[in-house]
């Protein structure tokens, strides 16, 4: 048997999961990310698990087909162009890695949505074209065409979040940009839609802007909560609009929903395909949607596949 490394990089932990070669996860570990001197130990740390987990379970090194990575931000000919939470630029991390873990590996890496879109993908048995959106501290996405992660030519490909939405008030983006999804969907843009509707004074409610969070929010529209539901009405309104918009390019046969806030399950799903009716092309009307299953081991899972599709 031989066996998988998928590994994904967050900024405050590193998911290792060991895999088979069929894709099925044997075992999973957390590591802490240590981004001092710009990420400088990162890879140093995780060969070092690596190579101590396969001695301690006395796996031969010839019997690894590769190591997986999924990064937090864009990738280009297996160089991470820049991860800014971790400190990278530029570097070359199949190049650097293969090197720290001393023998013949497949090295693979991708962004991070997009191996999580491919993680999703391969879990659920899609033979389809999809589009993955994740909804947690940012908006990220990922492509799978023809069962393959898309990444583009600049590695920006499935970069949903920086798809602008809102053109009569844009708040500013962490990209630069300003009116990104990412300002109105990510929990930041949750919560402040919320708190300016509280500001309002055009709803009664049972929200305080002291204590806010997504799971609140909404756990407040499912009590019928007027001012909670307006506030998931205005985000599924950004959300159905940005998909209306990618589906005319891409033309997926579903969109999956993950990250923390799908957690909202079947209201936040049922309300953004709600607004995509609104906004859709009629080519492109009978698209689905469905809540991811991964949850947070979908960056471990799409890492893996970067590894199992190479031949």
């Not at 895999?19 to 957390?30: C, M, R, V």
């Not at 890695?97 to 890496?109: K, N, P, T, Y």
């Not at 950004?238 to 079947?266: K, Q």
Request: net charge negative.
């Amino acid at each position: 048997m031989k066996y998988i490394f998928g590994i994904d990089i967050g900024g405050t932990n590193i998911k290792i999961g060991l895999f088979d070669d069929k894709g099925i996860l044997l075992e999973k570990y957390s590591i802490k990310t240590n981004k001092l001197d710009e990420g400088a130990y990162i890879l140093s740390e995780i060969a070092s698990f690596c190579l101590k987990l396969l001695d301690k379970k006395s796996i031969n090194k010839e019997d690894v087909k590769g190591f997986g990575f999924g990064v937090p931000g864009p990738v280009s000919d297996h160089v991470v162009i820049q991860a800014p939470n971790l400190g990278w630029k530029n570097l070359e991390l199949a190049k650097e890695f293969a090197e720290l873990i001393g023998f013949d590996s497949i090295v693979e890496l991708a962004n991070d949505a997009t191996i999580a879109a491919l993680g999703e993908y391969k879990e659920m048995g899609l033979k389809e074209n999809i589009v993955f959106i994740t909804l947690g501290t940012g908006v990220g996405g990922g492509i799978v065409i023809d069962s393959k992660a898309v990444e583009g030519s600049h590695g920006a490909g499935g970069e949903i979040g920086h798809i602008k939405v809102e053109f009569n008030h844009p708040e500013p983006c962490t990209c630069g940009l300003y009116g990104c999804l990412e300002t109105v969907a990510s929990i930041r843009g949750i919560n402040k839609i919320t708190e300016d509707l509280i500001d309002s004074g055009k709803y009664k409610t049972s929200l305080d802007k002291a204590h806010l969070n997504p799971k609140i929010i909404f756990d407040a529209a499912k009590n019928e909560d007027s001012l909670a539901l307006e506030t998931l009405n205005k985000v599924s309104d950004y959300l159905g609009r940005a998909c209306a918009s990618i589906a005319v390019t891409v033309d997926p046969s579903v969109f999956i929903i993950g990250g923390g806030i799908s957690n909202t399950g079947e209201l936040l799903l049922n309300a953004i395909e709600k607004a995509y009716h609104k906004y859709s092309h009629y080519g492109t009307i009978n698209t689905k949607f469905r809540l991811a299953k991964l949850g947070n081991d979908a960056g471990m899972y799409g890492s893996a596949e970067l590894v199992r599709g190479i031949e």
